[in-house]
């Protein structure tokens, strides 16, 4: 009989290298570094704010004489005076101007732009998302290619320097904005709530009204918010708009003209520190709007993306 072959025997396995784990203290020292770079551009963007509306503010309470003086100096009297000046020379008449056409402007943004943005995010038809890219559309157009039509037009509808006509423009112009980001919002809201809705006999419009819109209170007051500031500051739309059409037309500048006509009236005899009065009271209302709903704009901003 033959030999039984033998096996060849395995080679012993040797181990493998494995890369040790990082140390706890090396992470911690990274995180560290994070930190401390994170934290200090927030604080240098902080500065880069806070500075620039410390200065304006404390402006209004020097004299012309320390502004030229000493543009960076403190003031030696802190006179209250100079905002009733600044009130009394016309920016009083703006700031109401401005607040009679936002008090309509901003609640008819926000209710067409919400109507729009549910229909287009919550049922299916035809073309619904080519209405949809077309209010995206707008977004991305500039504002000063549309001016010289955008004048006739308001011009044929005998609406220029009124109320109304400015209004339906800050409409139009905010209404792409506003679609777009309610539409991304009530896309997140549970389709459960509204099947129940439906099913229970509700319509279309009290579903809308009671049940999704509620829902939607943080991506209403943020975009709310947004508009609100954004039609505060705009300069460009009523400079062309809200021009005296003749010598009887009333002037209804808003905060925006007012503070370029307050500086312009003032030729040689300059008033500094009502100019810089008035732009203060022209920045303080939106301050306090900002930063009494920051917390719900913040979590407007960060619901779409959690749920």
């Given at each position: 009989?033959?030999?039984?072959?033998?096996?060849?025997?395995?080679?012993?396995?040797?181990?493998?290298?494995?890369?040790?784990p990082?140390?706890?203290?090396?992470?911690?020292?990274?995180?560290?570094?994070?930190?401390?770079?994170?934290?200090?551009?927030l604080?240098?963007?902080?500065?880069?704010i806070?500075?620039?509306?410390?200065?304006?503010?404390?402006?209004?309470?020097?004299?012309?004489?320390?502004?030229?003086g000493?543009?960076?100096?403190?003031?030696?009297?802190?006179?209250?005076?100079?905002?009733?000046?600044?009130?009394?020379?016309?920016?009083?008449?703006?700031?109401?101007?401005?607040?009679?056409v936002?008090?309509?402007?901003?609640?008819?943004?926000?209710?067409?732009?919400?109507m729009?943005?549910?229909?287009?995010?919550r049922?299916?038809?035809?073309?619904?998302?080519?209405?949809?890219?077309?209010?995206?559309?707008?977004?991305?157009?500039?504002?000063?290619?549309?001016?010289?039509?955008?004048?006739?037009?308001?011009?044929?509808?005998?609406?220029?320097?009124?109320?109304?006509?400015?209004?339906?423009?800050?409409?139009?112009?905010?209404?792409?904005?506003?679609?777009?980001?309610?539409?991304?919002?009530?896309r997140?809201?549970?389709?459960?709530?509204?099947?129940?809705?439906?099913?229970?006999?509700?319509s279309?419009?009290?579903?809308?009204?009671?049940?999704?819109?509620p829902?939607?209170?943080p991506?209403?007051?943020?975009?709310?918010i947004?508009?609100?500031?954004?039609?505060?500051?705009?300069?460009?739309?009523?400079?062309v708009?809200?021009?005296?059409?003749?010598?009887?037309?009333?002037?209804?500048?808003?905060?925006?003209?007012?503070?370029?006509?307050?500086?312009?009236?003032?030729?040689?005899?300059?008033?500094?520190p009502?100019?810089?009065a008035?732009?203060?009271?022209a920045?303080?209302?939106?301050?306090v709007?900002?930063?009494?709903?920051?917390?719900?704009?913040?979590?407007?901003?960060?619901?779409?993306?959690?749920?």
């Open positions: 009989m033959s030999a039984p072959i033998k096996e060849p025997e395995a080679a012993p396995v040797r181990p493998s290298k494995v890369a040790a990082p140390r706890p203290g090396d992470r911690r020292g990274e995180g560290v570094v994070l930190n401390v770079f994170s934290h200090g551009f604080a240098l963007w902080a500065l880069l806070v500075l620039p509306l410390l200065w304006l503010v404390l402006s209004s309470f020097k004299t012309d004489a320390q502004i030229g000493s543009a960076f100096g403190w003031p030696q009297h802190w006179d209250l005076d100079v905002f009733s000046r600044a009130w009394e020379k016309g920016i009083g008449d703006y700031f109401l101007n401005t607040v009679i936002l008090a309509f402007s901003v609640p008819l943004t926000m209710l067409l732009g919400s729009a943005a549910y229909v287009l995010a049922y299916e038809f035809w073309g619904n998302r080519l209405l949809y890219y077309f209010f995206v559309a707008g977004a991305m157009f500039p504002v000063f290619l549309a001016l010289v039509p955008l004048f006739f037009m308001v011009k044929r509808l005998d609406m220029l320097n009124t109320y109304q006509g400015l209004i339906l423009v800050y409409v139009a112009y905010s209404m792409p904005f506003t679609v777009f980001f309610m539409h991304a919002f009530f997140t809201l549970p389709t459960a709530v509204f099947e129940a809705s439906i099913l229970d006999g509700a279309h419009t009290r579903t809308f009204f009671q049940v999704m819109l829902m939607a209170k991506g209403l007051i943020s975009v709310g947004f508009n609100t500031l954004g039609q505060w500051n705009q300069f460009i739309l009523p400079t708009l809200m021009q005296p059409q003749s010598g009887d037309d009333p002037e209804r500048y808003v905060l925006t003209q007012g503070l370029i006509q307050l500086q312009q009236q003032q030729g040689y005899a300059s008033d500094l009502a100019l810089f008035g732009v203060t009271i920045m303080v209302p939106m301050l709007v900002y930063l009494s709903f920051q917390r719900q704009v913040q979590a407007g901003l960060t619901s779409a993306t959690l749920k």
